[in-house]
C-alpha cells in the first residue's frame, strides 16, 4: 500500500487498482457476480480526507439518530441506504470506480431530513437552526461528490 500522486487521488489514499482489490465498486465486476461490492465499498474510502469527511457525518447525524430511534432502526437505514447508493452509482456511472459510505450516510441525512419536516412543531424554537445544519452539511457532501473516486449518484441513492 501507498499513497496515490495527489494529481490523482486529492484525497490523500491509494490507487484504484488497490480500491478495486479491496472490493470497491466496479459495475462489471458485480454483473460478472461479484455481489459483495454491493456492500464493501460502504467500508471503504479514497482517502483520509474522504474517511474524515464522512465520520464528521456520522458525527452530526448518525450518533444523535441512533440515540433517537436504536441502533437496529439506523443500521437498517444506513446499509439498504449504502446498497442503493452503490444500485444507483452503478447505473449511472457504470465505468467509475466507487468507495465509501457517503451513499449510506446520505440515507441518514434523508432521514433527518423527513423528521425535520414530519416532526416540524416538535422541534419548536430548534427547527430553523436543524434547517441550517442540515441544509449546510447536504451541500458540503454534494461538493464532496465531485472528487475522484466519489460519486452524487450513490449519494442521491442514499
Same mark, same amino acid.
Given at each position: +500500500?501507498?499513497?496515490? @500522486? ?9 490507487? =484504484? @487498482? ?8 466496479? %459495475?462489471?465486476?458485480?454483473? @460478472? *457476480?461479484? +455481489? #459483495?461490492?454491493? +456492500?464493501?465499498?460502504? !467500508? !471503504?474510502? /479514497? ?9 464528521? *457525518?456520522?458525527?452530526?447525524?448518525? +450518533? ?28 449511472? !456511472?457504470?465505468?467509475?470506480? *466507487? =468507495? ?14 423527513? @423528521? ?5 412543531? !416538535? ?13 449546510? /452539511? %447536504? ?9 475522484? #473516486? ?7 441513492? *442514499?
Amino acid at each position: +500500500f501507498k499513497f496515490e @500522486d495527489f494529481a490523482v487521488n486529492p484525497t490523500i489514499g491509494p490507487s =484504484v @487498482d488497490t480500491l478495486l482489490a479491496l472490493g470497491a465498486k466496479e %459495475t462489471s465486476l458485480i454483473l @460478472d *457476480g461479484q +455481489f #459483495f461490492r454491493l +456492500f464493501t465499498p460502504m !467500508l !471503504l474510502h /479514497a482517502g483520509i480526507i474522504h474517511l474524515l469527511f464522512n465520520m464528521l *457525518g456520522l458525527w452530526n447525524i448518525g +450518533f444523535p439518530a441512533e440515540r433517537e430511534f436504536g441502533w437496529r432502526k439506523i443500521g437498517a437505514i444506513y446499509v439498504l441506504s449504502g446498497v442503493f447508493g452503490v444500485l444507483l452509482s452503478s447505473i449511472f !456511472l457504470p465505468q467509475q470506480v *466507487g =468507495v465509501g459510505a457517503s451513499g449510506a450516510i446520505f440515507g441518514l441525512f434523508g432521514s433527518a431530513w423527513a @423528521d425535520l419536516i414530519h416532526n416540524w412543531s !416538535l422541534y419548536r424554537g430548534q427547527a430553523y437552526c436543524v434547517l441550517a445544519q442540515l441544509t449546510v /452539511a %447536504t451541500l458540503v457532501n454534494m461538493s464532496i461528490g465531485l472528487m475522484p #473516486f466519489l460519486d452524487n449518484f450513490a449519494h442521491i441513492g *442514499g
